[in-house]
């Protein structure tokens, strides 16, 4: 132990993992969280996506084994449905399903419901000794000094102590999500905040949980019928969860949303680029009512670009919020805390409190990718699409030497994995520019 108190603003994916890494470093380590955290698995108030569907990616489950040893286990034994993405992911893209693995692909993690993976994850680190929930604790500002460039603790309120309170730290790490505050709160202590960039594609989807018919069965456990820009602006997606059910989500960008009543729901789903996610729902007995969301602008706050206090950091969704679609949140998540890790052994060594900037520097590049991706995809519908992305020749040749790799997985399983490693993050992208590749591609592609 190098320091003393460690604050966590935030009790989700990115403040729990985070408090996991910090919890090695610091002597004492709080997270405080608006919402009253909940024993069981159940939706919260402070997470409004909770009820929609999230996916833990092959190397965000790597990580979480790394931060919680067997954590596969406790996440079995809650229900939790383990998954080969290699064998079982069914996807429909371009007019046709993927083909997949012949074999065992190492592509494995689970599915389940967001609830369920936080309350599991939450349950292992209140295991730690030195780890403290402050629940129904609303978080009002930092605490600190403009002319020392520091931050040195957290205000905030509670119901019980309406007036303001503080709790003081050695270091602040801002993990309270989209909706994080921090950057107006840094403004108020009369440092910079960071810049930011949006890209907005207007997706909104809906989504509802079903009894999975008895005596079904199928070859996949989750099913995406993917949105293919400019021209086609819906997706379905399917997914096996705990309790034999089906969580159940439609999409729409450029504010096609679907309909939040049965009728509409359903129509919406039959108007897919094939029938059998529709199939699917149709004879399913419904379980919940429709939920809708619409909170999924890509934004990046540019932290690595402005000169941090001594104190604070920030992570998660407080960072890089990206389009939920591409299910990459938690594995991002885990990533930066992984990055935390490496920084505090860093600083440890160097017997010095953690680099802020430097951190903050280390996490955009690590951000890079998966925010190039979800914007990329995003930008090719026409409300975001630039004018100078569209007179790009080298983007042009870029997709459509994709959509000539993404034929070859209709063929050939083998593809279907390379694909996969790279969307699941255990692969370089990099590797689809591999000569034989590129051969393929342009041979039978």
């Known amino acids: 132990m190098t320091q003393q108190q460690a604050i966590v603003m935030g009790g989700s994916i990115a403040g729990l993992l985070a408090s996991r890494v910090l919890s090695d470093f610091y002597d004492r380590v709080i997270i405080l969280d608006r919402d009253r955290l909940p024993v069981t698995p159940q939706p919260r108030r402070g997470v409004p996506q909770s009820v929609q569907p999230h996916v833990l990616f092959t190397q965000g489950y790597r990580i979480l084994e790394d931060f919680f040893p067997k954590i596969g286990k406790d996440l079995q034994a809650a229900g939790a449905v383990p998954i080969d ?35 599991t994850i939450r349950q292992r680190l209140q295991q730690r000794e030195n780890v403290e929930f402050w629940s129904n604790c609303r978080v009002i500002g930092l605490e600190g000094s403009a002319e020392g460039q520091e931050v040195s603790g957290v205000r905030f309120t509670t119901p019980e102590h309406p007036q303001t309170q503080i709790a003081k730290a050695d270091l602040v790490v801002d993990a309270s999500g989209r909706g994080s505050l921090a950057p107006s709160w840094l403004k108020a202590l009369g440092m910079t905040p960071p810049p930011v960039t949006r890209v907005d594609a207007h997706l ?11 005596n079904a069965h199928f070859p996949w456990k989750v099913m995406l019928i993917a949105q293919e820009p400019p021209d ?13 059910q089906w969580i159940s989500t439609l999409g729409g960008y450029e504010r096609d949303y679907p309909p939040l009543e049965d009728e509409g729901f359903l129509n919406f789903a039959r108007s897919l680029a094939d029938s059998e996610f529709y199939d699917c729902i149709r004879q399913a007995e419904p379980l919940s009512e429709l939920r809708a969301h619409r909170a999924t602008a890509n934004r990046l706050y540019h932290y690595e670009k402005i000169k941090l206090p001594r104190g604070f950091v920030a992570l998660g969704d407080a960072v890089c919020a990206l389009c939920p679609v591409y299910g990459q949140g938690m594995t991002v998540s885990a990533l930066s805390a992984e990055v935390l890790a490496n920084c505090l052994e860093m600083a440890q060594r160097r017997g010095s409190p953690l680099d802020s900037n430097d951190f903050q520097k280390r996490l955009a590049r690590n951000n890079a990718y998966p925010w190039s991706v979800a914007v990329g995809q995003d930008s090719a519908f026409p409300s975001v699409q630039s004018a100078a992305s569209r007179s790009n020749p080298f983007s042009s040749l870029l997709q459509g030497y994709f959509r000539r790799l993404l034929k070859l997985s209709h063929q050939d399983g083998s593809f279907h994995v390379r694909f996969m490693a790279i969307a699941h993050m255990v692969a370089s992208p990099l590797s689809l520019f591999h000569p034989r590749l590129l051969w393929q591609a342009l041979v039978k592609g």
Do not use: K, M
């Not at 086609?232 to 034999?244: H, M, T, W």
């Open 85 to 119: 993405w290699g064998r079982e992911f069914h996807y429909f893209n371009q007019g046709a399903w993927n083909a997949t693995a012949d074999t065992d692909s190492e592509l494995v993690s689970f599915t389940c419901t967001r609830p369920l993976l936080e309350a």
């Open 232 to 244: 086609n602006p819906r997706l379905g997606y399917l997914a096996q969860v705990e309790d034999n």
């Open 204 to 214: 909104g989807y809906a989504t509802r949980r079903y009894r999975i018919p008895e």
